[in-house]
């Protein structure tokens, strides 16, 4: 597990900073019981969360990570959706266990920081203000910042242009197969947690330069 001392350091944010699962679980559940259907519980859609909301809501009305829903289910879905997560963003999410400890090391050992997500803006930033970690980033690269998303390579990309970083000096952390693929794509090392959301596989499989079980871990990977 060798990783090269980086000059920047880019972090997801639903599996590695933040257990969004809580809140993104009660708005499938009240959206489905809304349009008369099974509620699926926190389990389930832990397996679905990693590749935006909308993704989410295709895999919740059809109860499985692969596949597409009828087009007008969803058009009425999504916006019920939505309404929902707009009131709960943060209500019930909250910090892994060392994500405080670990972003402070990093702003104390000077790393150029940013955030990279999936999530789109409007939950991304008022769910980094709650929790308290808004302000640690230089830039937040979130799921509708660019023309395409993660596991494209261009939101890793373009981070490392606005700090004038080589992609080979730069570090993804991430929880998802989705950030293995746009971290190899740009040419960034990787690191991944454990504990994070990759669909039930575990990230292991995806051969990441390290995995770590919490980010107070950072210190024994970077000195």
Same mark, same amino acid.
């Given at each position: 597990?060798?990783?090269?001392?980086?000059?920047?350091?880019?972090?997801?944010?639903?599996?590695?900073?933040?257990?969004?699962?809580?809140?993104?679980?009660?708005?499938?559940?009240?959206?489905?019981?809304?349009?008369?259907?099974?509620?699926?519980?926190?389990?389930?859609?832990?397996?679905?969360?990693?590749?935006?909301?909308?993704?989410?809501?295709?895999?919740?009305?059809?109860?499985?990570?692969?596949?597409?829903?009828?087009?007008?289910?969803?058009?009425?879905?999504?916006?019920?959706?939505?309404?929902?997560?707009?009131?709960?963003?943060?209500?019930?999410?909250?910090?892994?266990?060392?994500?405080?400890?670990?972003?402070?090391?990093?702003?104390?050992?000077?790393?150029?920081?940013?955030?990279?997500?999936?999530?789109?803006?409007?939950?991304?930033?008022?769910?980094?203000?709650?929790?308290?970690?808004?302000?640690?980033?230089? @830039?937040?690269? !979130?799921?509708?910042?660019?023309?395409?998303?993660?596991?494209?390579? *261009? %939101? &890793? #990309?373009?981070?490392?242009?606005?700090?004038?970083?080589?992609?080979?000096?730069?570090?993804?952390?991430?929880?998802?197969?989705?950030?293995?693929?746009?971290?190899?794509?740009?040419?960034?090392?990787?690191?991944?947690?454990?504990?994070?959301?990759?669909?039930?596989?575990? @990230?292991?499989? !995806?051969?990441?330069?390290?995995?770590?079980?919490?980010?107070?871990? *950072? %210190? &024994? #990977?970077?000195?």
């Amino acid at each position: 597990m060798a990783v090269k001392k980086p000059d920047m350091v880019l972090i997801d944010v639903d599996g590695t900073l933040v257990d969004s699962v809580p809140d993104l679980a009660y708005c499938v559940d009240e959206m489905m019981k809304q349009l008369d259907m099974p509620e699926h519980g926190d389990d389930k859609v832990r397996e679905w969360v990693g590749n935006g909301v909308e993704r989410l809501v295709r895999r919740a009305l059809i109860g499985q990570l692969d596949g597409e829903p009828d087009e007008a289910l969803f058009e009425k879905a999504y916006p019920i959706f939505l309404e929902l997560y707009t009131d709960n963003t943060c209500k019930r999410s909250h910090l892994y266990l060392g994500v405080q400890e670990g972003i402070e090391y990093l702003q104390a050992a000077g790393y150029k920081l940013g955030c990279v997500t999936n999530k789109a803006a409007c939950f991304t930033e008022p769910l980094l203000q709650t929790l308290g970690i808004f302000d640690a980033f230089e @830039i937040i690269i !979130s799921g509708d910042t660019l023309a395409k998303k993660k596991p494209d390579p *261009l %939101p &890793l #990309l373009h981070a490392a242009e606005f700090f004038g970083v080589k992609p080979e000096n730069a570090l993804m952390l991430g929880d998802s197969v989705s950030d293995v693929k746009a971290a190899r794509a740009a040419g960034f090392q990787i690191i991944c947690m454990t504990y994070g959301y990759n669909h039930g596989v575990d @990230i292991r499989e !995806s051969n990441p330069d390290a995995v770590i079980d919490s980010m107070a871990d *950072l %210190p &024994l #990977l970077l000195n």
